[in-house]
Every structure is written in structure tokens, then in C-alpha cells.
């Protein structure tokens, strides 16, 4: 059930495509729809031609939907943007991406570290948070 170089590449109606590489996939008999994936490496080719790069050890794929959970040593690139993090919900349903747990995101100008942030591709709005009200965001950078 071990499938070395796993490639899956897919298309979404709006013109963006998903590429998803990995050293090695397992499938399990009771749940064909979902492959676990390690040494990750996905790429989302949005319609304007910008990628995102999302890198992790392992990763939880549905070939259904293409939702993809991407767990420890989880990276996104997105331009001059870093996030770091120990998972990554990569959910096509809702043109979502949420980043949980020990997040650090880092651009030219900012360093921030927060428990959660969301990213929606169709809006490009990004929203951080803490999993605690009483828990503050942390921002340091050039203003």
C-alpha cells in the first residue's frame, strides 16, 4: 500500500491548480479516499500566476476534494511572506487556509507569532488570532 514519488495535480473552476509532490503516500483499504503523504512539497498556482509554496513532513490528502491537512515542519511561502507552523488545513471547500499551533509569520517589514491565522484565497484577507482571549498577538517589525 506504499507509493514512492506520489504526484496529484488538479484544477479548480476559477483557473487556480494544486500540485501536491511526496517521497512516499500510503493508502489505507478502508479509506481509499485518503492518502497520507510524507516529505510534502504543494504548490497552488493561483489564476494571476501567484504561488503559494506549502512544505511539510507529513500531510493528510483527500482525492475527493483535495483538502489537504499538512502536520509538523509545516512552511507556506507566499511572496516575500513566510509562515511557520505545525499544521497547516488547506480547505478547497472553503477557500480557506488555517495555520495552527506555534504560528511565526514573517514578511520584510513584520514578525509576528499567533496561535492561528487564516488566509482566504479569493479575498487575500488574512486574519490572526489567539486560541485564549486573554492571550495577545505578538507583532515586532519597522513601521
Not at 496561535?115 to 479575498?123: A, H, M, Q, T
Given at each position: 500500500n506504499t507509493i514512492e514519488n506520489l504526484k496529484y495535480v488538479s484544477k479548480d473552476l476559477i483557473g487556480n491548480t494544486y500540485i501536491i509532490n511526496a517521497k512516499s503516500a500510503e493508502v489505507q483499504e478502508d479509506k481509499v479516499?485518503?492518502?497520507?503523504?510524507?516529505?510534502?512539497?504543494?504548490?497552488?498556482?493561483?489564476q494571476n500566476d501567484e504561488i503559494i509554496y506549502i512544505n511539510s513532513n507529513f500531510a493528510d490528502y483527500n482525492r475527493n476534494n483535495n483538502n489537504t491537512i499538512f502536520k509538523e515542519?509545516?512552511?507556506?511561502?507566499?511572496?516575500?511572506?513566510?509562515?511557520?507552523?505545525?499544521?497547516?488545513?488547506?480547505?478547497?471547500?472553503?477557500?480557506?487556509?488555517?495555520?495552527?499551533?506555534?504560528?511565526?509569520?514573517?514578511?520584510?517589514?513584520?514578525?509576528?507569532?499567533?496561535?492561528?491565522?487564516?488566509?482566504?484565497?479569493?479575498?487575500?484577507k488574512l486574519k490572526i488570532s489567539m486560541d485564549k482571549q486573554d492571550d495577545k498577538v505578538e507583532i515586532s517589525g519597522k513601521y
Open positions: 479516499d485518503q492518502v497520507q503523504l510524507k516529505e510534502v512539497l504543494a504548490k497552488i498556482i493561483q515542519n509545516v512552511r507556506v511561502r507566499y511572496g516575500n511572506q513566510i509562515i511557520n507552523s505545525n499544521i497547516i488545513n488547506l480547505n478547497f471547500s472553503k477557500n480557506l487556509i488555517e495555520i495552527q499551533e506555534n504560528v511565526y509569520y514573517k514578511n520584510k517589514n513584520a514578525n509576528i507569532k499567533a496561535d492561528k491565522i487564516e488566509i482566504n484565497f479569493e479575498s487575500k
